[in-house]
């Protein structure tokens, strides 16, 4: 019994990560059709963001508040990734619209470059991030002990799906979104700026995984290639929901984390994670569009 | 019509113009002038045709210089213990240099990056020994990159000095072993914390060919000694989920963990650990391949009182050692530590050099015939080259990781231990019939 409370636990918390990371993805990719292979650098930014600040708290102010760098980081972690997220948008992405195989390719020069941009700025070695006092440890409820850190990235994520739901049906910048989504050419002839919304989105989608990278860096070591352990299974989660539905990615991110919690249970995590793509194949060999079809009245769907 | 081919020619000049700086961006530190021609880059796999051995006076790039290779991993999730290991052999080679050099000739050092990947490996030592035609390289780290690269260095008959403790059940004529064989450390360590009364092992490491060659020799070592195991897993290289792995040791109830996990993967596994609020206490564990190095990365509270196993620490008492790490900090900063693959490394540039001096010559065959019985004073003591097998005679010190974030010897071995590495002097391992993997 505590086994299966422990993997049910592990599965959320595995798929969290996992949605938080495609959140992002989700979003720009259903937007704009753009095959954003950076996406794994911007989460390494945010993990990186997090160290910045944590290096900030550690040397200039005194060691009581240091456990609020925590709080800091998050914020400070989607406001870098935005910004940069939106330089990119304006510099690269915007060019690329509707061309997937460009803006796949396009991406992955962007995302070698940030890597080595990392790099070389904060040397190739892996840099440390102590997890602040209020998360360190874990809860025990009887035999099982639920780390703190993985309650505070549960609740986190749900937070972030929460804000992501309200803004995209509850406000009109959403509705501008979503409606370009449909239908850009309709949503400009209502005078929507159509740009300017891609621009916003992107950013957006950015710094969702800037506040990823937060998350990652208390699991593990924080180094350049921190971004590409996470793209595989973010891409696997967008595609399996079904491109453009926030329901979709949600979905999908929890079938391939319970799956692969549950699996390696019996197996080792290597044969685990072929499993799960053994199953994310079948799945998308019945449902090639995902699990929700985003349907839309224009011709060329 | 014009335009389009105006447009074809403009198409043509840059292709042709990308290939150019393409053949010409070579990796960091080429120094002198290759001998080879410009385009070797793309060509390098195709051009294993003859692979007799080059004369090693060749690699006399200028009057008075001798080239060295420093292949190890810059990048991926093996940066994170490699990087230290390369500036080890950087230093070593700074303070040769300044003592005049091997043979009047200044050590030039030619560095490439494996990127924690063995195929890279393989492809950066043919490029070192071919193209930029150095006497020796020292490098690896990780067992696989070692056997990805063994086969070049046995075919170009070139020499590499590797490092780090390995799982033995090797002894290239290619190779020579400057880290602990199994019997110099795993084997004494599973001694040790039987003696300590741990009975129930639970194996932990990364899936490649040391953990799994090093679990084989440790569960006939644990049954030999009547105890038991009671688990066995494995996760990949750059493993950052380790809920599941953590729920299987605690359903296993082990009274100690074998962690023979490397690179970044240690580093989300003690978090994780902790998270659970699992300390040493708890449950005690015993690594082989974390450091001082790793220490750092990890965090020292978190890994306070867990047990390691080495040859070396940067607390090591000796005066060899305390000159060792005086000018380890003073050249690249006074928080670096050092750790037993940096002064292997360390030992390893200096037993080359008086190779060199004694055979009177950079050749291959003559240095490992000078090196046979050469006795070297290294950070950890003096230690011997066996002619026999390459490896070292090494004292084994069983330490403990304390909060200030050294490791402190709590056991070791009277003298030296001659290496082993077939194990062939121990009867269970014989009767276990334990085989390289590879």
Redesign the interface.
């Known amino acids: 019994m505590n086994q299966i409370i422990l993997s049910l636990f592990n599965g959320l918390s595995a798929s969290s990560i996992i949605l938080l990371t495609s959140l992002g993805l989700a979003v720009t990719f259903g937007l704009m059709g753009v095959i954003n292979m950076a996406h794994g650098e911007f989460i390494m930014i945010g993990a990186y963001t997090t160290f910045v600040v944590h290096e900030l708290f550690r040397l200039f102010l005194p060691r009581t508040v240091f456990d609020f760098y925590y709080l800091l980081s998050i914020p400070a972690a989607f406001l870098v990734s935005f910004l940069i997220g939106m330089v990119l948008e304006k510099l690269v992405i915007s060019r690329l619209y509707g061309r997937e195989v460009d803006s796949l390719l396009a991406t992955w020069g962007v995302s070698i470059i940030l890597q080595q941009t990392a790099r070389s700025v904060f040397g190739s070695q892996g840099v440390a991030v102590t997890s602040p006092g209020f998360l360190s440890g874990g809860l025990k409820l009887g035999n099982i002990v639920f780390s703190y850190n993985r309650i505070f990235i549960v609740a986190l994520v749900l937070l972030c799906l929460l804000l992501v739901w309200l803004i995209m049906y509850r406000s009109g910048f959403g509705s501008q979104m979503r409606a370009t989504m449909q239908n850009r050419a309709m949503a400009q002839s209502l005078g929507i700026n159509s740009r300017k919304v891609d621009s916003i989105t992107f950013a957006c989608g950015s710094g969702l995984a800037g506040i990823a990278g937060c998350t990652i860096a208390l699991l593990g070591s924080v180094d350049s290639t921190v971004g590409q352990n996470y793209i595989v299974n973010s891409f696997m989660a967008v595609v399996l929901g079904g491109v453009g539905k926030l329901l979709g990615t949600f979905l999908g991110s929890n079938i391939i984390g319970f799956s692969g919690i549950f699996v390696e249970n019996f197996t080792s995590s290597s044969i685990a994670k072929a499993i799960v793509l053994l199953i994310v194949i079948v799945f998308l060999q019945k449902r090639p569009k995902g699990l929700f079809v985003v349907r839309s009245r224009a011709l060329d769907e | 019509m014009k335009i389009k081919s105006a447009k074809k020619a403009l198409a043509m000049l840059v292709t042709g113009g990308l290939l150019a700086m393409a053949a010409g961006c070579g990796n960091q530190r080429i120094q002198a002038d290759s001998t080879q021609t410009g385009s070797a880059q793309v060509g390098d796999m195709a051009s294993q045709t003859d692979p007799e051995s080059k004369t090693v006076e060749s690699s006399l790039a200028t009057e008075g210089t001798v080239k060295v290779g420093l292949l190890h991993s810059?990048?991926?999730?093996m940066?994170?213990s490699e990087?230290s290991v390369r500036d080890a052999e950087l230093l070593a080679i700074e303070e040769i240099n300044a003592a005049g050099g091997v043979l009047g000739c200044q050590i030039v050092p030619f560095e490439e990056d494996g990127a924690s990947d063995p195929s890279v490996f393989a492809t950066k030592a043919e490029k070192l020994i071919v193209e930029t035609e150095v006497a020796t390289v020292f490098g690896c780290w990780t067992s696989s990159s070692r056997k990805a690269v063994k086969q070049i260095f046995e075919d170009y008959e070139s020499l590499l000095w590797y490092p780090v403790q390995y799982e033995g059940m090797e002894a290239s004529p290619n190779i020579m072993y400057m880290g602990a064989a199994p019997n110099q450390q795993i084997v004494p360590a599973i001694d040790y914390l039987a003696d300590q009364g741990y009975t129930k092992f639970f194996l932990l490491g990364s899936?490649y060919v040391f953990p799994r060659t090093a679990n084989m020799i440790i569960k006939a070592q644990v049954e030999d000694l009547g105890l038991t195991t009671v688990g066995e897993?494995?996760?990949?290289m750059?493993?950052?989920?380790f809920?599941?792995?953590l729920?299987?040791i605690?359903?296993a109830q082990p009274d100690v963990i074998i962690n023979t996990l490397n690179g970044?993967?240690n580093?989300?596994f003690f978090?994780?650990l902790?998270?659970?609020?699992i300390t040493s206490k708890e449950l005690m564990t015993m690594s082989f391949s974390i450091a001082e190095e790793e220490v750092?990365?990890?965090?020292a509270?978190i890994l306070s009182g867990h047990l390691v196993s080495w040859n070396y620490y940067q607390t090591t008492e000796g005066d060899r050692n305390a000159a060792f790490v005086k000018s380890y900090k003073e050249k690249f900063g006074a928080d670096r530590v050092t750790s037993d693959p940096a002064g292997a490394a360390y030992t390893a540039v200096y037993a080359w050099a008086e190779a060199c001096e004694a055979a009177g010559s950079f050749d291959v065959e003559a240095v490992k015939a000078a090196a046979a019985g050469l006795m070297v004073a290294a950070p950890e003591g003096d230690v011997v080259i066996n002619g026999d097998n390459q490896h070292l005679a090494k004292t084994v010190r069983i330490g403990q990781v304390a909060t200030d974030g050294l490791i402190y010897e709590i056991y070791a071995t009277d003298g030296v231990v001659e290496p082993d590495p077939y194990l062939t002097s121990y009867e269970w391992a014989v009767q276990a019939g334990i085989q390289p993997l590879e």
């Open positions: 810059l990048t991926g999730s940066a994170i990087v899936d897993e494995y996760a990949a750059d493993q950052t989920e809920s599941s792995i729920a299987k605690e359903e970044a993967s580093v989300s978090k994780q902790s998270e659970k609020n750092k990365t990890i965090g509270d």
